[in-house]
């Protein structure tokens, strides 16, 4: 719309469904003329950049089934079931949270302000595509449950971020996170880069899990990379080679080749693609030298 007067000001429509369904039919009605939001605060970044959003807002705040969080049993598996309404700020507190999923607990303490975590949900975070809680989310192996218009499917996170248009039919309903009792055995950590702290857009996060068998030989190890001027990938070549090798024997220098072999990042006006890269490769090769000392 046009404000009356003369004044350029732009308002979109906001819609306000209460169920998935009717969610799903506002957006295959509007399609690239709207926009599925929840806490808003990413797209309060694009008006603070003068960029015009949709001019449809669908807001899905009223579907109560997505605000829940609970463990679930699924073939045997406990599950972390996350709805995508959950706030950062109850995965940061919740004891549930705290309890089975404490990589990702560590990954929202480092994203934004308090008062962007009480707004922002988990389901926005991951729908904008290089949000700070999806290389945690990749080292857990999660999966989200969308809803194509007409059933719930699942699929792992890790080939959902490989289709750049993958919520183009279908809206995030929940995230699903494998959950196991953490051994000793098992180390988890994330870090992430920013400019000024955690009340920024991330240079880069990292984030990984190493399971160390017999002998001391890396048996497991997920590496996960994403930041907010590319998208987030799995270090699956890098995996590979740190796979089967021993501590402390490890080689780092093969290892920090490999990281770089594989992550090549673009520079943007903030860094370089040399300072991400080495950023990266020296967190991760840091990890595994306290590992080995252990």
């Known amino acids: ?143 989200l449950v969308l809803f194509d218009g007409h059933h719930m499917r699942e699929k792992k996170l890790i080939e959902c971020i490989k289709e750049e248009k993958y919520l183009s039919n279908s809206i995030i309903v929940s995230v699903q996170i494998p959950v196991q009792t953490k051994k000793s055995s098992e180390s988890y950590f994330y870090k992430k880069i920013g400019l000024r702290e955690s009340f920024c857009q991330s240079i880069v996060c990292i984030s990984g899990y190493l399971k160390i068998g017999k002998k001391k030989m890396i048996e497991q190890v997920h590496l996960a990379v994403s930041g907010s001027s590319f998208l987030p990938q799995r270090l699956a070549n890098t995996e590979e080679i740190i796979k089967k090798l021993y501590l402390p024997s490890i080689q780092l220098k093969d290892i920090a080749q490999t990281i770089k072999k594989e992550f090549k990042p673009p520079s943007d006006h903030f860094s370089s693609s040399n300072y991400k890269q080495e950023i990266t490769t020296n967190i991760i090769v840091s990890e595994i030298t306290k590992l080995a000392s252990k």
């Open 1 to 143: 719309m046009i404000k009356p007067g003369g004044a350029n000001l732009y308002y979109p429509v906001v819609w306000f469904p209460d169920t998935i369904e009717k969610a799903y039919e506002l957006k295959r009605q509007f399609f690239n003329n709207s926009c599925i939001i929840a806490g808003g605060t990413h797209l309060q970044t694009h008006w603070e950049k003068g960029i015009l959003c949709p001019e449809n807002l669908i807001s899905i705040e009223n579907i109560k089934e997505l605000q829940e969080y609970k463990l679930i049993n699924k073939n045997g598996q406990t599950l972390m079931q996350i709805g995508a309404l959950t706030t950062l700020d109850s995965c940061r507190n919740k004891p549930i949270f705290l309890d089975n999923v404490p990589i990702l607990v560590e990954a929202v303490r480092n994203i934004a302000s308090p008062a962007i975590r009480n707004r922002a949900t988990i389901g926005g975070n991951i729908a904008n595509g290089n949000g700070d809680v999806i290389p945690a989310l990749l080292v857990l192996d999660a999966s």
